[in-house]
């Protein structure tokens, strides 16, 4: 997921697709076309440490280059599940919502994060921060790294 800045800390944002790497990383997802990009999600497999879309992703359901890829394989892909101890890793502050008592401030908890270059339509470089699900989850419940 990104991780949008905000006062301070960061928030959980929407999820890393192809189409935002398309400038850095061409070749993800070539045999979809631009709208189903939007629609696929990235992972980063733990072998290659790339950044790789899986065969069957959401985005496959939307366009003709899908047709027939739309049963989720990995295909060899391990995906990794956390950036804790990865080298380039940083640690976010990132502020979660409470659902449990309505006026509550929201928790804010450490989240391990990479910095990923992005370019956008102004042709500025700009960094986007992400994490994994699974490190936003491990947050809002509190659990701490070692």
Request: hydrophobic share 40%.
């Amino acid at each position: 997921m990104q991780l949008t800045e905000c006062d301070g800390c960061r928030i959980p944002g929407a999820f890393l697709t192809a189409a935002d790497l398309e400038d850095t990383e061409p070749g993800l997802a070539a045999h979809a076309d631009d709208a189903a990009r939007r629609w696929m999600p990235v992972l980063r497999d733990a072998d290659t440490d790339r950044p790789v879309v899986p065969v069957g992703a959401l985005g496959d359901r939307w366009g003709k280059g899908g047709e027939g890829r739309w049963n989720l394989d990995l295909e060899g892909i391990i995906p990794r599940l956390s950036l804790h101890r990865v080298p380039g890793t940083e640690t976010a502050a990132v502020e979660l919502p409470r659902f449990d008592d309505p006026g509550a401030r929201p928790a804010r908890r450490p989240a391990a994060a990479h910095r990923l270059p992005r370019l956008f339509t102004a042709g500025a470089l700009n960094p986007v921060r992400v994490a994994r699900d699974t490190e936003g989850s491990l947050s809002a419940r509190g659990m701490d790294r070692p």
